[in-house]
Nanobody, 123 residues
């Protein structure tokens, strides 16, 4: 009964910005860690960022300083603000919910996934 829905993907130019949104339902959002993953064609899914129950944030090295994860608990939404985008950021981005108060880079730490939203960064 847990639903996770991403939105906000699109086409941007190199150096541009994009903000992804993820709305969760069916479980107490405030007690759940949330994460963002991405998967490029032919590549394995990789961790991007996570935010815990306490608001503690974790980022993949590849996005540190460029991406910011945040959450607004009153609307059960997590965001991924992406800045200074490059073509290497092109991927389908997935939002995931964890049953734990904090979660890291492993997809196995998350049990509910959105359908994904495409982010394409042109050269």
């Amino acid at each position: 009964q847990v639903h996770v829905v991403e939105s906000g993907g699109g086409l941007v130019q190199t150096g541009g910005s994009l903000r992804l949104s993820c709305v969760a339902s069916g479980r107490a959002f405030v007690s759940s860690a949330m994460g963002w993953f991405r998967q490029a064609p032919g590549q394995q899914r990789e961790f991007v960022a996570s935010i815990g129950w306490s608001g503690a944030m974790t980022y993949a090295d590849s996005v540190k300083g460029r991406f910011t994860i945040s959450r607004e608990n009153y609307i059960a939404t997590v965001y991924l603000e992406m800045n200074s985008l490059t073509p290497e950021d092109t991927a389908v981005y997935y939002c995931a919910m964890s049953p734990y108060a904090s979660a890291g880079h492993s997809p196995s730490s998350y049990d509910s996934w959105g359908q994904g939203t495409q982010v394409t960064v042109s050269s």
